[in-house]
């Protein structure tokens, strides 16, 4: 009887790992089909975009070439990259120093300051949409790179998370640094950025993305075509073949070969990073 009770405890904990081990692959298949739906699509002709198979009958590389040639896409990716590459470098700069003066500097009302930091996380962009739009229209900021970019810089998440990371942060190392006659700006520029290397590469994922995926204040910010973002590219050239799913899924599949190669390149960084952060 022993030995049964044994056994049959013994495989409770396989069936139920085997059982989330399906629920997993079920899940992932569910999220990665309309992936490849999309980038299969983008191969086919017009008259095969929407027979639902994931296999093209007629393999044709048309598609990409029309969207290259016919609209400035290649303007709207570099308008996306520079806008993203700008705001996630300055946003992990004042981000970290932020962050680090939270977690270890002691001044009259830091709490304070990081409860109000933090509660900007409860306000959705909506809110602030038109307010954020008449401060940039008096500062004369519309349809120019600055207005898309200035802001877009603040991210309380951001400063979160790096201030949790600092607080697990060994203070011995910093001690010592001290010890040694660094002050505090020393201490943070050669002690703790170099150990911030695995949180930093997260966020830097996530602001890139974040930034590359903006649809909403690009769209109120500017008019000038020169300034498109490639999200807008991708709607205004839906607009204007709205039949045509081929160009459009070509554009998008284009769009996306960024996010899907940082996510696959840093995917240990963003686990890491929630981790330290606390959050399950």
Known sequence: MASEVTTASGRRPLSGRAGLTVLAIVVS??????????VSAA???RSTVT????IPREFTFDNF?????????A????????????ITIVALLFHSMAAYALAR??????????LAIFSTLLVTAPVVLIPL?????ELGLLDSYAGLIIPAIFNAFGIFLLRQFYLGLPKEVEEAAVLDG???????????????RPILSALAVFFFLANWNAFVWPLVATNDQSLTVVQLGIASFQTQYGSNWNYILAAATVAALPMLALFFAFQRQIVESIKTSGLK
């Open 43 to 45: 191969f086919k002709s």
């Open 51 to 54: 027979d639902g198979s994931l």
């Open 65 to 73: 070439v029309y969207v290259f040639t016919e609209v400035p896409f």
């Open 29 to 38: 298949v569910i999220s990665v089909l309309p992936v490849l739906w999309m």
């Open 105 to 114: 500097l002691r001044f009259p009302g830091r709490e304070k300051i990081f």
């Open 182 to 196: 660094c002050g505090h700006w020393r201490v943070y520029w050669s002690v703790v950025l170099p150990m911030s």
């Open 75 to 86: 303007r709207y990716l570099w308008n996306s990259f520079f806008i993203s590459a700008v």
């Open 133 to 137: 739009f008449v401060v940039v229209r």
